[in-house]
């Protein structure tokens, strides 16, 4: 290619892809920092109608808890009380933080001893005093998010990403245990999630991440260089001055760059599917190699009443604890999970197991180690669940019921979609506009799904990375070969 035709496509590939790549930098400094933005909110009336909550979709319903003369229902709106007709909704969520980053609620129960008890992923919290949620310490490590609760007589376990913490009734003290190494194991961890923490950054912990931030400020210096360079303004002066900086700081950095935008783009299909079926050995002095197994790897848990067991649904696959012993034994025969992991995990009426990802939904058997497609009733596919199939799952409920022409009550299942929701039962409209913390609003813009909605998920970024890594590499090539000229002429 000659330099000329190099040159022009280095300039208006830039131009083009310069909003972008601000947006991409700007939302991804927020991401690296959720703890100073998680009380910030925007309201989804300032967004672009298809943040707007409708029929349930985006999380919004994810479970319900049936009490005895009202239905809680809980998602990533928070907690609301209603019945087992949905006839009403009220707000449920006195005594929890605000801001909805904090009100993203993954489960809710009753435990044995009547206690109520919600978990998000940065607290517990107890229902009682004044009708209202009050927080219950738990000794967690920095950082450490919170997956799944459950109970089971006397006993209460809250699972965080990595540990279990274990109270007795009145469930004031908890002690965290890690969980013991199962059988077969090798200290490997997902190649998607070595390149997701490369990407960010937080492979090599807080340093890591500010080293990333400063390469987004890099990025961000080159777009407004370039295009200051670009529009030719007259002061010559500011146009010596970019075009220096734009080389120099192009240059030096480009390996930097690169790293970047290329790891960024392995993070969306068609690479992402490829990342996550595969592992790695953890690599040393980073934040995956751990001395725990399951670093990382805990997703939710249940007690099985028939098996006699806790149930375990980790980044692994599916495991059975002995909570005494604190062994975790893996279960063959599966049903298939996406690599996003299960936001279902109930009981039918006959005691089979609902799991529901953006896999699908599976109808699982443990006792006679069967799996079927709850849509198709076709055996499960044996191999690990994609990421996105035909079905995104993201909840359900089994507690609404509905009045048929012959007058009885009869028991309706409600299956949430990520994306269209479910229109079994209404969704007030005031919850439409429920506001979106600042972080998931820069996690949009940083995926792409801002812009262009779902479809990002598939074409937006791998399209994006491929012009913006030309873009670096173009320009470096420029000026790498504007010098070797100079020496030759020399």
Not at 12 to 38: D, E, P, Q, Y
Not at 102 to 121: C, L, Y
Request: charged share 20%; glycine share 8%.
């Amino acid at each position: 290619m000659n330099k000329r035709t190099l040159r022009k496509q280095h300039k208006w590939i830039g131009i083009g892809i310069t909003f972008f790549i601000l947006m991409f930098c700007v939302s991804g400094i927020l991401l690296n920092h959720r703890s100073l933005i998680k009380n910030v909110d925007i309201s989804r009336k300032f967004l672009p109608n298809n943040y707007k909550y409708e029929n349930w979709n985006g999380g919004l319903l994810r479970g319900t808890l049936a009490l005895d003369n009202k239905v809680l229902l809980y998602g990533n709106g928070g907690i609301w009380e209603t019945d087992s007709a949905a006839s009403f909704f009220a707000d449920f969520n006195k005594g929890l933080p605000k801001g909805a980053d904090n009100q993203q609620i993954r489960n809710v129960i009753k435990t044995d001893n009547g206690k109520i008890m919600a978990v998000s992923p940065f607290a517990l919290y107890r229902y009682g005093e004044h009708e209202a949620w009050h927080e219950v310490e738990l000794p967690l490590a920095d950082d450490e998010k919170l997956t799944d609760i459950a109970s089971h007589g006397d006993t209460l376990v809250v699972l965080s990403r990595s540990y279990a913490y274990i109270s007795l009734h009145p469930y004031i003290n908890f002690k965290r245990i890690q969980l013991n190494t199962p059988k077969d194991y090798k200290e490997r961890v997902s190649l998607f999630r070595t390149v997701w923490l490369l990407h960010s950054g937080e492979l090599f912990g807080v340093t890591g991440r500010l080293a990333v931030d400063i390469i987004a400020v890099i990025l961000v210096l080159l777009c407004i260089t370039g295009v200051v360079f670009a529009i030719r303004p007259k002061q010559k002066t500011l146009l010596r001055l970019s075009l220096k900086l734009h080389d120099k700081i192009g240059r030096y950095t480009i390996a930097f760059t690169l790293l970047i935008v290329l790891t960024g783009w392995c993070l969306r299909p068609p690479v992402m599917i490829a990342l996550a079926i595969n592992k790695i050995p953890a690599i040393p002095g980073t934040i995956l190699q751990s001395d725990n197994p399951w670093n990382d790897k805990l997703r939710m848990i249940r007690y099985d009443e028939a098996m006699h067991d806790w149930l375990v649904s980790t980044s692994e696959g599916f495991y059975s604890l002995n909570l005494n012993k604190g062994t975790m034994d893996q279960i063959a025969s599966t049903p298939p999970v996406s690599v996003m992991g299960l936001n279902v995990l109930q009981k039918d009426i006959k005691g089979r197991w609902y799991c529901g990802s953006f896999s699908g939904l599976f109808v699982w058997d443990r006792q006679r180690g069967t799996a079927t497609d709850y849509f198709t009733h076709k055996p499960a596919p044996k191999k690990p669940g994609a990421p996105f199939g035909k079905k995104a799952i993201a909840g359900m409920s089994q507690d609404f019921v509905y009045d048929s022409s012959n007058g009885k009550c009869n028991r309706v299942t409600v299956i949430a979609d990520y994306y269209n929701g479910s229109k079994y039962i209404a969704q007030p409209h005031s919850m439409s506009i429920l506001p979106m913390s600042l972080w998931n609003v820069a996690l949009e813009i940083h995926s792409g799904r801002f812009f262009i909605g779902s479809i990002a998920t598939y074409v937006f970024i791998f399209v994006m990375g491929i012009l913006a890594a030309w873009c670096l590499w173009s320009g470096y090539s420029i000026r790498i070969a504007k010098r070797k000229s100079k020496r030759i002429s020399q």
